[in-house]
């Protein structure tokens, strides 16, 4: 059964609003136990170590995952280039997220 653009499109639009909410509800419920914005990034900065773990920990995975569907649709060629074409994205987004970090 293919879904309609409409759907897909609604789909996207509501997880990212939902995404959007979480991020202010985080940074909220910070701002209120911390107190402060400076007591926020004082708090950020003091484990910015562990942060870069954790995202080079989630970006194994992903590319573990993506190398697995790779070779799951090894035999599909028309899915192989699907999950190429995404992994190609997704290393374009990472790219683009981490070079201002540096």
């Known amino acids: 059964m293919k879904r309609s653009r ?4 609604l789909s996207g639009l ?3 609003a939902v995404m959007i909410l979480s991020v202010a509800l ?5 701002l209120t136990a911390l107190g402060s914005f400076e007591a926020w990034q004082q708090a950020f900065e003091s484990v910015r170590p562990y942060l870069r773990w954790w995202r080079a920990l989630l970006y194994s995975a992903l590319f573990a995952i993506w190398w697995d569907l790779l070779r ?4 599909r060629p ?3 280039l699907r999950v190429k074409r995404i992994g190609a994205l997704g290393l374009v987004l990472v790219t683009c997220v981490e070079l201002p970090r540096l």
């Not at 409409?6 to 499109?9: A, G, V």
């Not at 985080?26 to 910070?30: H, K, L, Q």
């Not at 799951?72 to 035999?75: D, E, F, K, N, S």
């Open 72 to 75: 799951r649709y090894r035999h």
């Open 78 to 80: 028309q899915d192989r």
């Open 26 to 30: 985080v940074a909220w419920i910070g």
């Open 6 to 9: 409409l759907f897909t499109l």
């Open 14 to 16: 509501g997880i990212t």
